[in-house]
C-alpha cells in the first residue's frame, strides 16, 4: 500500500539522503585513511632515516679519509725534504766508480771540513800519466763529475785542492761542496 503524507511541509519528516549511522561509517573510513596514510608516511620517513644513516656513515668514512690523506700529504712533503737533504750513497759511488777514468783510482772517500766552512765531500786519489797525462785524467774526471747531472745534483761546487807528483804517478783530492 501506498503511503501519503498530508502534514504542512514544516511538520513532515524529511527523507534522510544517508542512513543515520552512516556518519559513523564515513568517521571510521576517515580514521583508516589517517592510519593508512600516517603509517605509510612513517614508512617512508623510517626508509630515508636508514638511507640518510648510510649516507652520514659514508661521509663519516669519506671524513676519515680526508683526514689520513691531508695526513699522509703531509708525512709525504716531510720525506720528500728529508729526501732532498739526504744524499744516496751508493747511486753516488756507482756513478763516481762509472765515470772514473782508466788510469785514475781512488785511495780515499770521506766527509770533512775545509777551511771552517760546512761539511764537503773529499775524494783522494791517484793518477797515472796514460793518454795524454797525469793531469789530464784527473781534469778529466773533474769534468765527468760536473756534467753528470744525477752525480752534481747534491752539490754545488767542485775544486781540485791540491796534487802530488810521486814515482810516476800523481795524487789528487777533489773538495765537492754540498748545496
Do not use: H
Not at 25 to 41: C, D, E, H, K
Not at 98 to 120: A, H, I, M, Q
Not at 129 to 152: E, T, W
Amino acid at each position: 500500500m501506498l503511503k501519503i503524507n498530508l502534514l504542512p511541509l514544516q511538520m513532515r519528516r524529511r527523507k534522510e539522503m544517508f542512513p543515520p549511522n552512516f556518519l559513523f561509517q564515513l568517521g571510521g573510513i576517515f580514521l583508516i585513511l589517517l592510519i593508512a596514510i600516517s603509517l605509510i608516511i612513517a614508512g617512508i620517513r623510517w626508509q630515508r632515516g636508514i638511507s640518510c644513516r648510510r649516507i652520514n656513515r659514508k661521509w663519516a668514512g669519506f671524513f676519515q679519509l680526508e683526514n689520513k690523506n691531508r695526513q699522509l700529504e703531509v708525512k709525504k712533503r716531510n720525506l720528500e725534504k728529508y729526501l732532498k737533504r739526504k744524499i744516496l750513497w751508493n747511486e753516488k759511488f756507482d756513478l763516481i766508480n762509472r765515470l772514473l777514468p782508466s788510469g785514475v783510482w781512488l785511495t780515499e772517500l770521506y766527509w770533512g771540513k775545509e777551511k771552517g766552512e760546512e761539511k764537503v765531500f773529499i775524494i783522494e786519489g791517484q793518477s797515472l800519466p796514460l793518454r795524454g797525462g797525469a793531469v789530464d785524467n784527473i781534469i778529466k774526471f773533474m769534468d765527468n763529475l760536473k756534467n753528470s747531472k744525477s752525480f752534481f745534483a747534491d752539490f754545488k761546487k767542485i775544486e781540485l785542492i791540491t796534487r802530488k807528483e810521486s814515482e810516476g804517478t800523481m795524487g789528487f783530492k777533489l773538495v765537492i761542496k754540498k748545496q
